[in-house]
């Protein structure tokens, strides 16, 4: 969608790149946006027969986030949307299109209990299987440098909680929670007249065989990845700002680079887990390839809080503790702002 000037008729410089679900129309969501607008909002293209929409729409926000302003808006004239956009939204439906089958199929078998067996592979599965790793690899290359641009962006920052459209420090409210561990310990006679047996959940891990690891094809880049320190934050950063200059810049446009890389190899990953899956059927596992064992697990015991906080209102009274709110740090997915030259 794009919104034009009623005054002169002139179409603007932002584009929104969003969805619509089956229980709306393009016409539906024009009003939403229309709403207390004084510009006009057009629908520019609409690219109907998705499969798999919310995937699709993330994709384009990554792959086109150099210019992501806000939200679903984007810095965009009408060329670059039909030569750029509306290109690769179109090759993307194709490839959801073409793998749409496979994708639901392995989404079905996934809730299905597994036979028990294995058979082996053809060479067909193990070229997939070889596919998956190199993909597998390719992602955890791009988290660790990902890992590395984040961790360069936040040094940078050091000790401030804001740089205007680059970085926000908050902290969640305090909260009051019930110690079961407290309480358990302090009386276990009691904690156990509340533990009833629950149904166990349903194992469906799915695991490609082998592969090669970053630690061994790129020890430098591992090792620096791994050497990054942890997150650390404190109450005095919050409401200490730092002025946006061209170093932050730089170093949050690198950070939605590598974010950028790492989020555009999750379609890639999905095509080639939905093959495998597929393939292995209701196998436990394909030798040498993949294992995909699906089975309901046992039940276990499980404390019961709100029936004790019903029935031992004092008790529970008792292990009430407040819990202090975390510290978020959010880096700006958008540049609201125009680069430094």
């Known amino acids: 969608m794009r919104d034009l000037d009623y005054l002169t008729g002139q179409k603007g410089p932002y584009v929104k790149i969003g969805i619509v679900r089956k229980d709306k129309s393009t016409e539906a969501r024009i009003k939403e946006h229309q709403t207390g607008n004084p510009r006009g909002i057009i629908d520019e293209f609409t690219l109907t027969d998705v499969p798999f929409v919310e995937a699709l729409e993330t994709q384009l926000h990554y792959h086109f986030n150099e210019r992501w302003i806000a939200g679903e808006w984007f810095h965009m004239d009408e060329e670059f949307v039909k030569k750029h956009v509306l290109k690769e939204a179109k090759r993307l439906r194709k490839e959801q299109l073409k793998f749409e089958a496979q ?87 009691l904690y156990d007249t509340y533990c009833f047996e629950k149904e166990g959940g349903f194992q469906k891990t799915f695991k490609v065989e082998g592969g090669p690891k970053l630690k061994n094809e790129d020890e430098t880049l591992y090792n620096k990845s791994k050497a990054v320190p942890k997150e650390s934050y404190s109450n005095a950063q919050l409401g200490k700002d730092k002025k946006r200059s061209k170093k932050f810049e730089e170093l949050h446009w690198a950070y939605l680079e590598a974010l950028r890389a790492s989020k555009l190899l999750d379609w890639e990953l999905t095509k080639l887990e939905a093959q495998l899956k597929t393939n292995c059927g209701h196998y436990d596992a394909i030798d040498e390839t993949c294992t995909w064992v699906r089975k309901q697990k046992d039940s276990t015991m499980s404390f019961d809080e709100k029936l004790f906080e019903e029935k031992e209102p004092k008790e529970y009274l008792k292990y009430l503790k407040v819990k202090s709110g975390n510290f978020i740090g959010k880096i700006e997915l958008t540049r609201a702002y125009q680069p430094s030259l």
């Open 103 to 189: 994708i639901n199929s392995a989404d079905s078998l996934s809730t299905q209990v597994s036979n028990g067996e294995t058979r082996k592979p053809t060479k067909a599965e193990l070229k997939l299987r070889d596919a998956h790793q190199q993909v597998k690899l390719d992602i955890e290359t791009a988290n660790a440098r990902l890992n590395i641009a984040k961790s360069q962006l936040l040094q940078a920052i050091g000790k401030y909680g804001l740089v205007e459209g680059v970085f926000q420090l908050s902290k969640s409210k305090d909260a009051i929670k019930f110690d079961a561990t407290a309480f358990k310990s302090a009386n276990q006679a």
